[in-house]
């Protein structure tokens, strides 16, 4: 299988997530933060389902002054005003009462001597009595399927009466390292390097949605331990990604226990750099609906570049939610390209968010550069960007709490 361009591999990841969504389930309200909507929130009544006041002031019927025949408070209900010259007081959130046909401030009324109500509604942009049905009509849809669901979001539902979301089940992701060379704990030396994948990829993974569990590995180098490592991880997860192995050295096991998996390749190896030799299968499950294995690179910033490259937008597909997109920035300096390559250039965007500046220390198996960057400037097959240039710019999921 020849190199798939870039933007092809991220679309063609993203068809395979659409195609084997994880299962809906119903979940309280507290619970639904983080999740996605398996389908559309609707209103359940109008919103508001009755006249209400934004004000404290009084519900008047006809032309002033007005007579006070009662008072209605924030979840009570007032008798109708039947006849012209009358109100009631009423408080800002109370159902405003049949019969009323506007509100006047209490800042803007007086009493005279008689204890008739003088003063005159207010016009302008800012109503003091919101009409039923004023932001949303009852079973109109407030937000599609695919949505992600923040507080704002469990806001509206409580808002129009929901106790419960249906969203997509969290997909399960695991992760196993292969390779002998790595040291889990320690200072690297004598021909061994300290994995530092195992540590931060699931943190990734959550990023993009997913529940991760304890890390697997180092797997040893053979293509027995492979394969049981593999068919494991692939019992109790929808995507299982490793580390390493993904070209054909001595000790390359992954394309040989594919083979023996039964796996079809989605993707096997894009043309970007760096993070080249990445690939993205599909497994057969046994319940009917295939699991995912992600072949990342060994080389730490490659195995990144796999994971926003395949398993961002798998996961996004998975879960109902759109395929991530690219902004645009202003590039700082010139940005060399890779020929009929794709070039990833990390980059950190400036105060305004709109111009990127290149990083230090990107090499493919450097990981300084990545933390200092917010993502990364896209250079297609044979673009050349220049100083001042509008370039495609795809970013690193957000610090937890952390504003675009």
Not at 22 to 39: F, Y
Request: a negative charge; charged letters at 20%.
């Amino acid at each position: 299988m020849s190199a798939v361009i870039w933007a092809e591999a991220r679309d063609l990841a993203y068809a395979a997530g659409l195609a084997a969504p994880a299962p809906a389930e119903l979940v309280g309200l507290p619970d639904a933060d983080g999740r996605t909507l398996a389908e559309p929130l609707r209103a359940l009544t109008d919103l508001p389902a009755f006249p209400t006041s934004s004000i404290d002031g009084w519900a008047v019927r006809g032309p002033g002054p007005w007579r006070p025949v009662g008072r209605v408070l924030a979840g009570g209900v007032s008798a109708p005003l039947d006849e012209d010259g009358t109100c009631v007081e009423i408080a800002t959130g109370a159902m405003v009462p049949s019969g009323a046909d506007a509100v006047v401030r209490i800042e803007d009324s007086t009493r005279d001597a008689a204890g008739l109500v003088l003063g005159k509604p207010r016009n302008g942009d800012v109503p003091d009595m919101r009409r039923p049905g004023e932001e949303a009509h009852k079973d109109e849809e407030l937000l599609p399927a695919g949505t992600a669901i923040d507080p704002a979001v469990i806001g509206v539902a409580a808002t129009c009466g929901y106790e419960a979301l249906t969203v997509r089940r969290t997909p399960r992701a695991g992760l196993l390292v292969f390779g002998d060379e790595l040291l889990t704990s320690g200072t690297p030396g004598d021909g061994r390097v300290r994995d530092s994948l195992g540590p931060q990829v699931p943190g990734w993974l959550r990023r993009y949605g997913a529940a991760t569990g304890p890390v697997v590995g180092p797997v040893r180098d053979t293509l027995d331990a492979h394969l049981a490592a593999l068919r494991g991880a692939l019992a109790g997860n929808d995507l299982v990604c490793t580390t390493g192995g993904t070209m054909h050295g001595p000790v390359d096991h992954l394309h040989p226990a594919l083979t023996e998996l039964g796996a079809e390749y989605i993707v096997n190896t894009v043309a970007v750099r760096p993070g080249f030799p990445m690939l993205l299968a599909r497994v057969p499950g046994p319940d009917g609906r295939p699991r995912f294995l992600a072949g990342l690179p060994g080389n730490p910033q490659s195995a990144v570049i796999a994971l926003i490259t395949l398993v961002a937008p798998l996961l996004a597909g998975l879960q109902g939610r759109p395929a991530p997109t690219l902004s645009t920035v202003r590039a700082a300096a010139p940005v060399r390209g890779r020929g009929n390559d794709t070039h990833l250039a990390l980059a950190r965007l400036g105060h305004d968010g709109r111009s990127a500046t290149l990083v230090g220390h990107v090499g493919s198996a450097m990981l300084r550069g990545l933390s200092n960057a917010h993502g990364f400037v896209v250079v297609r097959p044979g673009q050349q960007v220049a100083a001042g240039d509008d370039v495609e710019f795809l970013s690193l999921p957000l610090v937890p709490g952390e504003r675009p």
